[in-house]
C-alpha cells in the first residue's frame, strides 16, 4: 500500500450499518419524530417554538414521502427559491443525524424497557404509551404509539433471527482506520497516500477517528480543525459537513446527551446552511475548481507535471450506486482523474459491492470513462483505467496491496 497513491469514493451504503439508506430515511425519521414528541409529553417539556419544529418536521416527512429521495426534495426547494423552508429543513436533517450517531436502536429499545418498567401495572410498550399518552381520539398520539410500537417489535423479531440491529457506529470505519494508519507518538497518523472523497453527510468517519485520536481529517475544513490538519486535506465531504452543529461534538454522543441537548439544538443553531452545502449549491465551475484542489493536493490544475507527481494508482468505490441525480459531479470527478494521470491504464477503479450489483456499477464507471476520454480530455481509447470487483465485506473496507 505504500508505493500507492489511492482515493476512496464512499456512497451511503459505506456506512449503512449505522445510517439508514434512501429506503428507510422515511421510517427512521418517523421513528425520531414519535420519539421527540414522547419524550415531551414524558417529561412533560413544551414551548411553542418546540411544536412548531415537530409540526414542520411531520410536514417534511409527509413531502418526503411524495419525493423520490431527501435530496430530490432539497433540490427541489433550492431551485424554487424557499430558502426559509430550505433552511428550517436543514437544521432537522442535522437533527435526525445527530440523533442516528448518538445511539443505537439498542439504546433506544432499553430505553423504553427502563422507563415502562417503572410502571408496575404496565406489561408491555402499547399498554404503557396509552397509558402515559392517553391518546383517545388525539391522531398525532395513535400515530407516536403506531411508529414507537412497529420499531419495538422490528427490534425484538430481528434479536429472535440473530439479525443485526442498527448501532450508531458503522464498525468498518474503525476496521478501516487501524489497518491503515501508522503510529506517531502513541496516536494514529493517517498516510499521506490516502484521500477519501464522500457523498455522505454523517459523520461516521470523523466518530471513528475521533476515537483514536481527538481531531478528525475534513476537507472544506469544519470550525474545530486545527491548522495542520486542515493543509492535509484528505477527506472531502461534497455535502458538507452536518456534524459541525452536534453539541458537544463527538465526545458525548449517546442518547441520555441527545434528550438533554436536542432542543438546544434547534433553539441555537450554529451555521446550518453553510455546513449543509448539496453539491448543486455550488456553481459547476466552482465545483470542479474545489475538486481540483482536493485531488490534486491544492496544485495548479493546469500545471499537469506537478498535479502527476502525486496522480492516482487505485480509486476505490465503496457503498455508491451512482444516482443519475448526481452524474454531474460523478463526470466530474472521474474526468479530474483521468486527466491528472499520464498512464491511465496503470489507474484502477476497485468496486466493492455485493456481486449482484456488480456489472450495473462497472457499466456506470466505464460509460463516465468513455465520456471523459473521448470528449473532455482526448487523450485516446488506448489508454484506458482498469475496472475490476472488489469482494463485498460486510465488515472491512477493500484497501488494495
Known amino acids: 500500500m505504500a508505493n500507492k497513491n489511492i482515493l476512496y ?47 414542520d418536521y411531520l410536514a417534511f416527512i409527509n413531502e418526503i414521502k411524495e419525493h423520490k429521495t431527501v435530496d430530490t426534495y432539497f433540490k427541489f426547494l433550492y431551485f424554487t427559491n424557499n430558502s426559509d423552508i430550505y433552511r428550517k429543513y436543514k437544521l432537522i ?18 430505553h423504553f424497557e427502563g422507563v415502562r418498567e417503572k410502571k408496575s401495572n404496565c406489561f408491555d410498550l402499547q399498554n404503557y404509551l396509552v397509558n ?25 423479531k430481528n434479536n429472535e433471527k440473530n439479525i443485526p440491529n442498527k448501532t450508531s457506529q458503522d464498525q468498518r ?79 458525548s454522543l449517546s442518547l441520555d446527551t441527545f434528550i438533554k441537548e436536542w432542543t438546544n439544538m434547534l433553539l441555537n443553531p450554529r451555521g446550518t446552511i453553510s455546513l449543509i452545502n448539496f453539491a448543486w449549491e455550488n456553481s459547476s465551475k466552482n465545483r470542479n475548481t474545489k475538486l481540483s484542489k482536493f485531488l490534486w493536493s491544492g496544485k495548479d490544475a493546469k500545471n499537469l507535471t506537478a498535479a502527476q507527481s502525486s496522480q492516482y494508482t487505485d480509486v476505490v468505490i465503496i457503498g455508491y450506486s451512482f444516482p443519475f441525480s448526481n452524474k454531474d459531479v460523478d463526470q466530474d470527478i472521474i474526468g479530474i ?4 494521470s499520464s498512464q491511465l491504464q496503470q489507474l484502477k477503479f476497485h468496486i466493492q459491492c ?25 487523450v485516446g481509447d488506448k489508454n484506458r483505467p482498469q475496472i475490476v470487483y472488489a469482494p463485498f465485506d460486510n465488515k472491512n473496507f477493500y484497501i488494495p496491496r
Open 9 to 55: 469514493w464512499l456512497g451511503a451504503g459505506a456506512s449503512a450499518n449505522a445510517i439508514p439508506c434512501v429506503n428507510e430515511m422515511v421510517e427512521r425519521l418517523e421513528l425520531l419524530w414519535a420519539f421527540l414528541k414522547f419524550e415531551l409529553h414524558h417529561n412533560e417539556q413544551t414551548s411553542q417554538d418546540i411544536n412548531d419544529f415537530l409540526s
Open 173 to 251: 470505519y474503525i476496521n478501516f482506520l487501524l489497518d491503515i494508519c501508522g503510529n506517531k507518538e502513541m496516536k494514529p497518523k493517517f498516510p499521506k497516500n490516502i484521500k477519501i472523497i464522500s457523498w455522505n453527510y454523517d459523520g461516521q468517519l470523523e466518530i471513528a477517528f475521533n476515537k483514536l485520536q481527538n481531531d478528525p481529517i475534513i476537507y472544506p475544513k469544519p470550525l474545530t480543525l486545527t491548522r495542520s490538519l486542515i493543509y492535509n486535506k484528505q477527506h472531502y465531504k461534497i455535502n458538507g459537513n452536518v456534524t459541525e452543529l452536534y453539541p458537544l461534538r463527538f465526545n
Open 93 to 110: 436533517l442535522a437533527l435526525f443525524f445527530y440523533f442516528e450517531e448518538s445511539c443505537s436502536d439498542k439504546d433506544i429499545f432499553n
Open 354 to 378: 455485493p456481486l449482484e450489483d456488480y456489472a450495473k456499477y462497472k457499466k456506470y464507471v466505464n460509460d463516465y470513462i468513455d465520456s471523459s476520454i473521448s470528449i473532455k480530455y482526448d
Open 337 to 340: 482523474l483521468l486527466h491528472s
Open 132 to 156: 402515559v399518552l392517553k391518546p383517545e381520539q388525539d391522531k398525532e398520539k395513535l400515530k407516536v404509539i403506531e411508529i414507537l410500537c412497529r420499531f419495538y417489535s422490528a427490534y425484538q
